[in-house]
């Protein structure tokens, strides 16, 4: 098995705290979990997160899920 089949199983997950545009690592880490799907993203890829929920996203499909799914809960 390669490392592209096994990106993050050397590595552990990153803690982040997620600003304006950008994020501050508070543990490092090689990876965090989308907050929908539960897929790892590489830190250095990540480009999708919520300030106001301190999520990560994989895509902005599942940034736009995540968004529905609160809207939907606020009735």
Not at 2 to 7: D, L
Not at 46 to 75: C, D, F, M, T
Request: with cysteine; net charge positive.
């Amino acid at each position: 098995m390669n490392r592209m089949e096994r990106p993050f199983a050397f590595g552990q997950e990153a803690k982040i705290r997620y600003l304006d545009g950008e994020f501050q690592v508070l543990k490092h880490g090689a990876y965090v979990r989308c907050a929908v799907t539960g897929e790892p993203i590489r830190v250095e890829e990540l480009k999708y997160w919520s300030v106001a929920y301190q999520e990560p996203y994989i895509n902005a499909a599942a940034s736009l899920r995540r968004h529905l799914e609160r809207q939907r809960a606020k009735g």
